[in-house]
């Protein structure tokens, strides 16, 4: 395996072409006041897999794609159950 970095996140947003927004987020506690943050990042990833909204992936650096991309979808970890489901009308 290569050393480039790698992240899990959450895909938020697949409203474009070939292109997913991944959130990741990370937990860690604040050195001088101890408290719990949670910290979110939004990442701009290149989709030649297909996801869906709630999808969780993992993404890779990769060569400037364009402006904003600097990722790439590597795996789709879990697909999102709820968003595979057609709703049932009772």
């Known amino acids: 395996m290569n050393n480039r970095n790698r992240m899990i996140g959450v895909v938020t947003s697949n409203k474009m072409q070939k292109t997913v927004i991944v959130e990741v987020t990370r937990t860690y506690r ?3 006041y ?3 943050v949670h910290d979110r990042k939004r990442f701009m990833a ?3 897999l297909g996801c869906e909204v709630g999808d969780q992936v993992r993404i890779v ?5 364009s402006r904003h ?3 790439v979808v590597e795996e789709i970890l879990r697909r999102d159950v709820a968003a595979g489901e057609p709703e049932l009308e009772v």
Do not use: G, Y
């Open 46 to 48: 290149h989709d030649e």
């Open 30 to 32: 604040h050195r001088l």
């Open 61 to 65: 650096e990769s060569r400037p794609l």
């Open 34 to 36: 101890k408290k719990v």
């Open 69 to 71: 991309k600097r990722w």
